[in-house]
């Protein structure tokens, strides 16, 4: 069996006046009419106080929830959604009230609760809790609605925040180390234009002294032919004094001659004293004889004087001409000496030459690399950007990778420094893709790909000290000093 529902307050308090008023009206009829027995008259007095003490009884739930009622509208205004009035079974409108105020307090703390956890997870940059509408009216849903598109900017706004802080935090990251790596690349290109000039300055050196090589060589030519000259004198005085010698022999055959004669003269003359007193003319002859002996001797000294003399004359001047040729064959010794000098020098610097040549071509193609790792590391910025630009950035890695494997081993691959240079260079690579992942993701961790740049900055400060450990010092003298050629 149901329970048949009290009628509402309305109905209630309806018929409570109306019986009121009937009683009333009755009372007056009695009293006005006359009508016995009087004692009637005595039961309007328990009546009405029974109708005021009904009505007393009945207001009293409906007063203590309207008090409730205004008591939980107070806490709601102080922010306080969550109470609600109940115990209000039976009690008609103010029931009503009460449970249309508690449906409307369930939608107000939905409203916010959505409203809070929306904001809440923004707060935390977590846009993917949208609030949710479904089940709530009219403005309630429409508001929710747009705060839903609000947050949706919001997410937008956040990821253009985030992009352009972590790309400003990138541009700073960048420029610092790329003026490092601009510098380096600087100090590479100071040390070519040094050694460059080294060079010049090397190059101008010799030709000078292969000027002064080619003065001395124009002299030593002019001494030899002077001394050829002089040889070719010296020739002809001695022939000059062989004919002299000659005539010298032929000068003694005939005082030879001439002795023999006086020889053979003196004897005749001892053996005609002998004879003396048979043939006195046989004195006169002799002495004929020994006086022509005389005079053919005393022309033969005369002549073998004359002979000397013209031979001393040759032979002083022959001395001279030989001491003329010994200070020009020094001259040659010393201008000869002069031009071993200078072919040694020219043989050093030709070495210094090579050597700087060399540390040119290796410091040249270290500042290449180093220029492609940077270009490198640019791509790879912006590739965090555009995440469609990693394949220019791979590129870069595979040609640099492809040097490390060829050319830079068969440069470098004996110095120490070299070893460590491929898994630097790895390393590089591996953080800057994993940065270029890490931004790709839907909710990208900006702390994540500031690290992983960050250890690709550190892994690219290592690869260029690397670098730097492989040039060999050039030579450390300049230019050769001028050599004078006499």
Same mark, same amino acid.
């Given at each position: 069996?149901?329970?048949?529902?009290?009628?509402?307050?309305?109905?209630?308090?309806?018929?409570?006046?109306?019986?009121?008023?009937?009683?009333?009206?009755?009372?007056?009829?009695?009293?006005?009419?006359g009508?016995?027995?009087?004692?009637?008259?005595?039961?309007?007095?328990?009546?009405?106080?029974?109708?005021?003490?009904y009505?007393?009884?009945?207001s009293?739930?409906?007063?203590?929830?309207?008090?409730?009622?205004?008591?939980?509208?107070?806490?709601?205004?102080?922010? +306080?959604?969550?109470?609600?009035?109940?115990?209000?079974?039976?009690?008609g409108?103010?029931?009503?009230?009460?449970?249309?105020?508690?449906?409307?307090?369930?939608?107000?703390?939905?409203?916010?609760?959505?409203?809070?956890?929306?904001f809440?997870?923004?707060?935390?940059?977590?846009?993917?809790?949208?609030?949710?509408?479904?089940?709530?009216?009219?403005?309630?849903?429409?508001?929710?609605d747009?705060?839903?598109?609000?947050?949706?900017?919001?997410?937008?706004?956040?990821h253009?925040?985030?992009?352009?802080?972590?790309?400003? +935090?990138?541009?700073?990251?960048?420029?610092?180390?790329?003026?490092?790596?601009?510098?380096?690349?600087q100090?590479?290109l100071?040390?070519i234009?040094?050694?460059?000039?080294?060079?010049?300055?090397?190059?101008r050196?010799?030709?000078?002294?292969?000027?002064?090589?080619?003065?001395?060589?124009?002299?030593?030519?002019?001494?030899?032919?002077?001394?050829?000259a002089?040889?070719?004198?010296?020739?002809?005085?001695?022939?000059?004094m062989a004919?002299?010698?000659?005539?010298?022999?032929?000068?003694?055959?005939?005082?030879?001659?001439?002795?023999?004669?006086?020889?053979?003269?003196a004897?005749?003359?001892?053996?005609?004293?002998?004879?003396?007193?048979?043939?006195?003319r046989?004195?006169?002859?002799?002495?004929?004889?020994?006086?022509n002996l005389?005079?053919?001797?005393k022309?033969?000294?005369?002549?073998?004087?004359?002979?000397?003399?013209?031979l001393?004359?040759?032979?002083?001047?022959?001395?001279?001409?030989s001491?003329?040729a010994?200070?020009v064959?020094?001259?040659?010794?010393?201008?000869?000496?002069?031009?071993r000098?200078?072919?040694?020098?020219?043989?050093?610097?030709?070495?210094?030459?090579?050597?700087?040549? +060399?540390?040119?071509?290796q410091?040249?193609?270290?500042?290449?690399?180093?220029?492609?790792?940077?270009?490198?590391?640019?791509?790879?910025?912006?590739?965090l950007?555009?995440?469609?630009?990693?394949?220019?950035?791979t590129?870069?890695?595979?040609?640099?990778?492809?040097?490390?494997?060829?050319?830079?081993?068969?440069?470098?691959?004996?110095?120490?420094?070299?070893?460590?240079?491929?898994s630097?260079?790895?390393?590089?690579?591996d953080?800057?893709?994993?940065?270029?992942?890490?931004?790709?993701?839907?909710?990208?961790?900006?702390q994540?790909?500031?690290a992983?740049?960050?250890?690709?900055?550190?892994?690219?400060?290592?690869?260029?000290?690397?670098?730097?450990?492989?040039?060999?010092?050039?030579?450390?003298s300049?230019?050769?000093?001028?050599?004078?050629?006499?």
């Amino acid at each position: 069996m149901t329970l048949r529902r009290p009628p509402f307050l309305s109905t209630q308090f309806l018929l409570v006046l109306t019986g009121y008023n009937l009683l009333v009206l009755v009372t007056v009829l009695l009293a006005w009419s006359g009508l016995e027995p009087l004692w009637s008259l005595w039961l309007i007095p328990p009546l009405s106080l029974a109708v005021t003490a009904y009505v007393l009884v009945t207001s009293r739930r409906p007063f203590r929830v309207l008090a409730i009622l205004r008591h939980h509208i107070g806490l709601a205004r102080k922010g +306080e959604l969550h109470h609600r009035t109940t115990r209000a079974r039976h009690l008609g409108e103010v029931g009503q009230v009460a449970w249309e105020l508690n449906d409307f307090m369930d939608l107000i703390e939905s409203y916010f609760k959505e409203i809070n956890t929306c904001f809440s997870r923004v707060r935390e940059h977590d846009f993917r809790r949208r609030p949710l509408s479904s089940g709530l009216p009219g403005v309630f849903a429409s508001s929710l609605d747009n705060v839903g598109e609000a947050v949706a900017a919001m997410e937008a706004n956040h990821h253009l925040l985030g992009s352009s802080r972590l790309s400003g +935090e990138l541009n700073q990251l960048n420029t610092s180390h790329l003026r490092g790596d601009l510098d380096s690349t600087q100090n590479d290109l100071v040390t070519i234009s040094n050694d460059m000039q080294g060079i010049a300055s090397i190059a101008r050196a010799n030709a000078e002294q292969s000027g002064q090589s080619e003065a001395a060589a124009n002299s030593i030519g002019e001494r030899l032919d002077t001394i050829a000259a002089s040889v070719e004198a010296v020739n002809d005085a001695g022939q000059a004094m062989a004919r002299e010698w000659r005539g010298i022999e032929d000068a003694l055959s005939a005082i030879s001659g001439l002795a023999e004669q006086t020889n053979l003269l003196a004897l005749n003359a001892a053996i005609e004293a002998a004879r003396a007193g048979e043939a006195g003319r046989g004195f006169a002859v002799v002495a004929d004889e020994v006086k022509n002996l005389s005079t053919r001797s005393k022309s033969a000294a005369l002549q073998v004087q004359e002979t000397l003399a013209s031979l001393s004359s040759k032979v002083h001047d022959m001395l001279e001409r030989s001491q003329a040729a010994a200070s020009v064959a020094e001259d040659v010794r010393v201008s000869v000496d002069g031009f071993r000098s200078v072919f040694v020098r020219l043989a050093q610097t030709s070495h210094e030459v090579i050597e700087r040549v +060399e540390h040119v071509t290796q410091q040249s193609a270290l500042s290449r690399i180093k220029m492609d790792h940077v270009l490198y590391k640019q791509y790879g910025y912006l590739a965090l950007a555009r995440p469609t630009e990693l394949a220019q950035a791979t590129g870069q890695y595979e040609r640099l990778t492809l040097w490390l494997e060829r050319e830079g081993r068969e440069l470098f691959a004996g110095l120490p420094g070299w070893q460590a240079l491929p898994s630097v260079w790895q390393t590089l690579h591996d953080s800057v893709v994993q940065a270029v992942r890490a931004i790709s993701d839907p909710a990208p961790d900006e702390q994540q790909v500031l690290a992983r740049m960050s250890a690709a900055e550190q892994a690219s400060r290592r690869f260029t000290e690397a670098l730097d450990t492989l040039v060999r010092p050039a030579a450390a003298s300049m230019a050769p000093p001028h050599l004078a050629l006499t």
